[in-house]
């Protein structure tokens, strides 16, 4: 049988909803009038514009339900159709030009069901135009079909009346196998789906966060779909469900299907060819071109898809770019990057500033026996060429992991790290420190260029690009005990002792002149296997981590030098004796403690909207560089053991001209790595001549990272020398 219906032509432009479907008193036109008021000096047409629009080879079921204004011309409109009721705004005899792209303003060649009109619209070829709003100065050329269904959602995860809840659009985040699924809607922030979904046994908070979601939108069916002032829109096979912002530019797309997408005139989002779009809400000032497909999906603002990425099951945070692979199940933090065609990333969360190589596969399982697992990584994740993970695993805070088939599940603990295969021996290398050690310029060069990147006009969210930040400094004091307790129980390995006495025993050991250049240091927890583990780097990177806590809380509580003994005696009158905890939340950094405040705030129907929700990050965002603050004179206090009382003004004279000697030691290092690409014999093989060179790749001292390095070091010293003399 058919799944054809049949109808009464002249109920063509009626019936939008169905009549088992209309609330009490509800009309189909309800919400349309809503969404589009009836204006005043819309008027029926006269005979006269009648028979123009015959003459013009327009038709129409009942000409007395097209409405115009007196700024009407029949003239420009030629060739159309109409069913139901369609209102139309004012004409001009002009024509709209979009890069070069010139049509005359009216109705042109188009079938048009139940639609609204703005003022000077320029509608050309599109054969199927129903239940749409467009607003004024809109382009429509070229186009098969535009239409909206009476239970259009547009992107949201909301159900309309007589729907069955089997048919929700949820996002299934972070996992393959749905358990942490949330419902998108229009206005998500990446920290509400990452709360959504973590908690997934908390029935209280979950049932809380649905009902706040079900909230924000009516059941009821009969929206129309919107196209806002400025749009462009042409050469386009099928637009269906839609809401489309103001100076959009969409071209050549295949399918947009149940999408809702911001655009600004400031910052405009641009969708081009080959694109299929469905069950998804993208954020303005994105650009999506050249085949992408993403379907159930969030992109939040200033993000990128291109060249045939797939994007599914998936939140894309701001100021991200995505080419070429595929993303599945994943909630990746903003400023995530991943361009090449060869790497895959399924069911992880990846915490921002990451970036994924070529050949990488951060992939599910599909031989295991449990269902797929899940890959959390902390800030600055960096899987290497051709590194293969399994799930379960879990990362710190800016691990790079070299090529290889990582057989086995990780739990990598230490922080700038870099993780390979020892081949030869069987067993996994682990270098603490490794990004300071060995490749500053990369690492001090992200904060800058992820700021820069950020493009956000209302950053209401304060995201943390620095490389040392709560997170990854508390990182820092766990790595700090685990090298501890694992030089003890390698020197001592006859011995059996406490982990607290061997985290003493492992600081004697490190801060003596103990020779444990021929020690062993294996770790345990750190690989779902048999082989061994290996620590290198011991003593360096014990030092080194040290020495960043203190660089750390230095650059903080100096911040504002004209302060800072203001800041130094209130911060000593608060009377901090521990370091917290912190949480990454979308980007955000915030207080663990307070993290727990509003999820307690939640499920005690003390917060009951999103909005509110979203005023909590706000705040927490304005109050966050206190925060920040006490962490950093609590880190202080702790890595100089000083649990009896406060610094005294000999210590503070060390810890600020320590930290301007470490401020040294960061710029050097930043020229000394970037300067061995140009010492290289090999990287100057390719080239004829040094000046050649120079043409191609650019000369060192010009380099404008380097320099901008060596004009903060200056300004670094300054401000220390500043709060030197304070202390004098």
Same mark, same amino acid.
């Given at each position: 049988?058919?799944?054809?219906?049949?109808?009464?032509?002249?109920? @063509?432009?009626?019936?939008?909803?169905?009549?088992?479907?209309?609330?009490?008193?509800?009309?189909?036109?309800?919400?349309?009038?809503?969404? $589009?008021?009836?204006?005043?000096?819309?008027?029926?047409?006269?005979?006269?514009?009648?028979?123009?629009?015959?003459?013009?080879?327009?038709?129409?079921?009942?000409?007395?339900?097209?409405?115009?204004?007196?700024?009407?011309?029949?003239?420009?409109?030629?060739?159309?159709?109409?069913?139901?009721?369609?209102?139309?705004?004012?004409?001009?005899?002009?024509?709209?030009?979009?890069?070069?792209?010139?049509?005359? %303003?009216?109705?042109? *060649?188009?079938?048009?069901?139940?639609?609204?009109?703005?003022?000077?619209?320029?509608?050309?070829?599109? !054969?199927?135009?129903?239940?749409?709003?467009?607003?004024? &100065?809109?382009?429509?050329?070229?186009?098969?079909?535009?239409?909206?269904?009476?239970?259009?959602?547009?992107?949201?995860?909301?159900?309309?009346?007589? &729907?069955?809840?089997?048919?929700?659009?949820?996002?299934?985040?972070?996992?393959?196998?749905?358990?942490?699924?949330?419902?998108?809607?229009?206005?998500?922030?990446?920290?509400?789906?990452?709360?959504?979904?973590?908690?997934?046994?908390?029935?209280?908070?979950?049932?809380?966060?649905?009902?706040?979601?079900?909230?924000?939108?009516?059941?009821?069916?009969?929206?129309?779909?919107?196209?806002?002032?400025?749009?462009?829109?042409? *050469? +386009?096979?099928?637009?269906?469900?839609?809401?489309?912002?103001?100076?959009?530019?969409?071209?050549?797309?295949?399918?947009?299907?149940?999408?809702?997408?911001?655009?600004?005139?400031?910052?405009?989002?641009?969708?081009?060819?080959? +694109?299929?779009?469905?069950?998804?809400?993208?954020?303005?000032?994105?650009?999506?071109?050249?085949?992408?497909?993403?379907?159930?999906?969030?992109?939040? #603002?200033?993000?990128?898809?291109?060249?045939?990425?797939?994007?599914?099951?998936?939140?894309?945070?701001?100021?991200?770019?995505?080419? +070429?692979?595929?993303?599945?199940?994943?909630?990746?933090?903003?400023?995530?990057?991943?361009?090449?065609?060869?790497?895959?990333? $399924?069911?992880?969360?990846?915490?921002?500033?990451?970036?994924?190589?070529?050949? #990488?596969?951060?992939?599910?399982?599909?031989?295991?026996?449990?269902?797929?697992?899940?890959?959390?990584?902390?800030?600055?994740?960096?899987?290497?060429? +051709?590194?293969?993970?399994?799930?379960?695993?879990?990362?710190?805070?800016?691990?790079?992991?070299?090529?290889?088939?990582?057989?086995?599940?990780?739990?990598?603990?230490?922080?700038?790290?870099?993780?390979?295969?020892?081949?030869?021996?069987?067993?996994?290398?682990?270098?603490?420190?490794?990004?300071?050690?060995?490749?500053?310029?990369?690492?001090?060069?992200?904060?800058?260029?992820?700021?820069?990147?950020?493009?956000?006009?209302?950053?209401?969210?304060?995201?943390?690009?620095?490389?040392?930040?709560?997170?990854?400094? *508390?990182?820092?004091?766990?790595?700090?005990?685990?090298?501890?307790?694992?030089?003890?129980?390698?020197?001592?390995?006859?011995?059996?002792? $406490?982990?607290?006495?061997?985290?003493?025993?492992?600081?004697?050991?490190?801060?003596?002149?103990?020779?444990?250049?021929?020690?062993?240091?294996?770790?345990?927890? =750190?690989?779902?296997?048999?082989?061994?583990?290996?620590?290198?780097?011991?003593?360096?990177?014990? %030092?080194?981590?040290?020495?960043?806590?203190?660089?750390?809380?230095? $650059?903080?509580?100096?911040?504002?030098?004209?302060?800072?003994?203001?800041?130094?005696?209130?911060?000593?009158?608060?009377?901090?004796?521990? !370091?917290?905890?912190?949480? *990454?939340?979308?980007?955000?950094?915030?207080?663990?403690?307070?993290?727990?405040?509003?999820?307690?705030?939640?499920?005690?129907?003390?917060?009951?909207?999103?909005?509110?929700?979203?005023?909590?990050?706000?705040?927490?965002?304005?109050?966050?560089?206190?925060?920040?603050?006490?962490?950093?004179?609590?880190?202080?206090?702790?890595?100089?053991?000083?649990? /009896?009382?406060?610094?005294?003004?000999?210590?503070?004279?060390?810890?600020?001209?320590?930290?301007?000697?470490?401020?040294?030691?960061?710029?050097?290092?930043?020229? /000394?790595? !970037? #300067?061995?690409?140009?010492?290289?014999? =090999?990287?100057?093989?390719?080239? &004829?001549?040094?000046?050649?060179?120079?043409?191609?790749?650019?000369?060192?001292?010009?380099?404008?990272?380097?320099?901008?390095?060596?004009? &903060? @070091?200056?300004?670094?010293?300054?401000?220390?020398?500043?709060?030197?003399?304070?202390?004098?």
């Amino acid at each position: 049988m058919s799944n054809l219906r049949k109808g009464n032509l002249a109920g @063509l432009g009626y019936h939008f909803i169905k009549q088992e479907h209309l609330f009490e008193g509800q009309s189909e036109f309800e919400i349309r009038f809503q969404q $589009s008021p009836i204006a005043a000096s819309f008027r029926p047409l006269t005979g006269e514009e009648i028979d123009v629009l015959k003459a013009n080879a327009n038709v129409a079921d009942d000409w007395a339900n097209i409405l115009v204004t007196d700024r009407f011309i029949p003239q420009q409109i030629q060739n159309c159709k109409f069913y139901g009721l369609n209102r139309i705004g004012d004409m001009e005899p002009i024509y709209l030009e979009y890069r070069d792209f010139r049509l005359p %303003v009216g109705l042109y *060649n188009s079938t048009i069901i139940s639609c609204d009109f703005g003022n000077l619209v320029a509608v050309h070829e599109v !054969r199927y135009l129903a239940h749409f709003i467009i607003k004024d &100065e809109v382009i429509l050329a070229n186009i098969n079909e535009m239409e909206t269904s009476s239970k259009a959602k547009f992107g949201n995860g909301i159900l309309r009346v007589g &729907e069955d809840p089997e048919v929700r659009i949820a996002l299934e985040l972070c996992n393959e196998n749905g358990g942490r699924q949330v419902w998108p809607f229009d206005g998500m922030l990446l920290s509400d789906a990452y709360i959504w979904s973590r908690h997934r046994h908390d029935r209280i908070l979950q049932a809380k966060l649905e009902r706040m979601t079900t909230a924000l939108y009516s059941t009821k069916r009969g929206t129309y779909s919107v196209v806002e002032d400025g749009v462009v829109i042409k *050469n +386009c096979q099928v637009i269906k469900d839609v809401m489309i912002g103001k100076c959009a530019y969409i071209k050549g797309v295949n399918k947009l299907k149940n999408v809702t997408i911001h655009s600004s005139e400031q910052d405009p989002t641009q969708i081009g060819e080959g +694109c299929e779009l469905v069950n998804g809400i993208i954020g303005e000032g994105c650009r999506i071109f050249y085949g992408v497909k993403a379907v159930r999906f969030i992109l939040a #603002a200033h993000s990128q898809l291109k060249y045939g990425a797939r994007l599914i099951n998936s939140f894309l945070g701001e100021n991200s770019t995505i080419s +070429c692979c595929e993303v599945l199940n994943s909630l990746l933090f903003p400023a995530h990057e991943q361009h090449h065609n060869n790497s895959f990333l $399924s069911a992880s969360l990846i915490q921002g500033q990451s970036n994924m190589a070529a050949g #990488a596969t951060v992939g599910s399982n599909h031989n295991s026996r449990a269902p797929d697992g899940e890959i959390v990584a902390g800030r600055g994740f960096w899987p290497g060429l +051709c590194v293969s993970l399994k799930h379960n695993s879990r990362f710190a805070s800016y691990t790079l992991i070299v090529k290889g088939d990582f057989l086995y599940e990780m739990d990598i603990r230490i922080p700038f790290s870099l993780v390979s295969n020892d081949m030869s021996t069987d067993r996994l290398l682990i270098v603490p420190g490794y990004w300071f050690l060995y490749n500053m310029y990369a690492l001090a060069r992200n904060p800058s260029k992820y700021a820069k990147r950020d493009k956000r006009r209302q950053k209401q969210q304060y995201y943390e690009y620095d490389i040392l930040a709560p997170d990854t400094v *508390n990182e820092l004091f766990d790595a700090l005990k685990i090298i501890k307790v694992a030089v003890a129980k390698a020197y001592y390995s006859e011995e059996s002792f $406490s982990e607290e006495l061997a985290e003493k025993k492992g600081r004697v050991l490190l801060e003596s002149d103990t020779d444990l250049s021929t020690v062993e240091v294996l770790l345990t927890g =750190f690989e779902n296997s048999k082989r061994k583990v290996q620590l290198l780097k011991v003593r360096k990177s014990y %030092v080194l981590f040290k020495q960043l806590i203190r660089y750390y809380a230095a $650059s903080v509580l100096t911040a504002s030098p004209d302060r800072f003994m203001q800041t130094v005696d209130e911060l000593k009158s608060r009377n901090i004796t521990k !370091r917290e905890n912190w949480k *990454n939340i979308g980007g955000q950094l915030i207080l663990t403690r307070k993290y727990q405040d509003l999820i307690e705030l939640l499920k005690a129907d003390g917060i009951n909207e999103w909005s509110e929700v979203h005023d909590f990050y706000y705040r927490q965002s304005q109050s966050y560089h206190d925060d920040k603050l006490i962490h950093a004179y609590a880190s202080l206090l702790e890595i100089m053991e000083m649990d /009896r009382g406060p610094l005294d003004v000999s210590q503070w004279r060390g810890i600020i001209d320590e930290a301007v000697e470490t401020k040294k030691w960061i710029t050097d290092e930043i020229y /000394r790595t !970037r #300067a061995k690409d140009y010492q290289n014999e =090999f990287r100057h093989m390719v080239y &004829e001549s040094a000046e050649e060179m120079e043409k191609v790749v650019g000369k060192l001292e010009d380099n404008d990272f380097i320099n901008q390095q060596n004009e &903060e @070091l200056l300004q670094f010293r300054d401000r220390m020398f500043a709060i030197r003399k304070q202390l004098d």
